[in-house]
Antibody, heavy 122, light 106 residues
């Protein structure tokens, strides 16, 4: 079964760092773009960026460039989203999702992780 | 960035009704348009890619059309399990922006 399993919920204080993960299984992890999507409480979906694990080619949304870092370790089939200094406005559900077809950047997300809730509060 | 808009933002319909949701892109995106369904507390599910390509397992009452800047998602006969928020997304150029969503209630 093809699936993405994300790390568990996090509660952090403003200014703290965080790295959440997304582990793929059941498919060739290196050959599918994986992306991250933010959903703030009660709000819509926001595309943050995508990474091709095969060569770590990354595309960021301008809205998130410099605010987060996307990375991947193909040896353990895991993608990451990290913050160096969290803000209260980073409180949201974060989803990872895989592109539908291999090696295709212009594509839809067909497999989604279960989401990781990040709460930033003092 | 390409901006995506959807209308209506919400709608109420009866079981069996035909429901149409519209999505518009701020520039031509050919048929690089995807539709997702998100039920409360769940991750989104891909309904349709490339404007009208129905994903495996998605009921045939869902259909998509359009190209260029204007697209529609149609639910041919609304069912209780279709209560959800529907999002369009362009995958023509990064960032692959989502529309604001359309909430469907019965």
């Amino acid at each position: 079964e093809v699936q993405l399993v994300q790390s568990g919920a996090e509660v952090k204080k403003p200014g703290e760092s965080l790295k959440i993960s997304c582990k793929g299984s059941g498919y060739s992890f290196s050959t599918y773009w994986i992306g991250w999507v933010r959903q703030m409480p009660g709000k819509g979906l926001e595309w943050m960026g995508i990474i091709y694990p095969g060569d770590s080619n990354i595309r960021y949304s301008p809205s998130f460039q410099g605010q987060v870092t996307i990375s991947a370790d193909k040896s353990i089939s895991t993608a990451y989203l990290q913050w160096s200094s969290l803000k209260a406005s980073d409180t949201a559900m974060y989803y990872c999702a895989r592109h539908l077809t291999p090696n295709n950047i212009v594509d839809a997300f067909d497999i989604w992780g279960q989401g990781t809730m990040v709460t930033v509060s003092s | 960035d390409i901006q995506m808009t959807q209308s209506p933002s919400s709608l109420s319909a009866s079981v069996g009704d035909r429901v149409t949701i519209t999505c518009r892109a701020s520039q031509s995106i050919s048929t690089y348009l995807n539709w997702y369904q998100q039920k409360p507390g769940k991750a989104p599910d891909l309904l349709m890619s490339a404007a009208f390509s129905l994903q495996s397992g998605v009921p045939s009452r869902f259909s998509g059309s359009g190209s260029g800047t204007d697209f529609t998602l149609t639910i041919g006969s609304l069912q209780p399990e279709d209560v959800a928020t529907y999002y369009c997304q362009q995958s023509y150029s990064t960032p692959f922006t989502f529309g604001p969503g359309t909430k469907v209630v019965i």
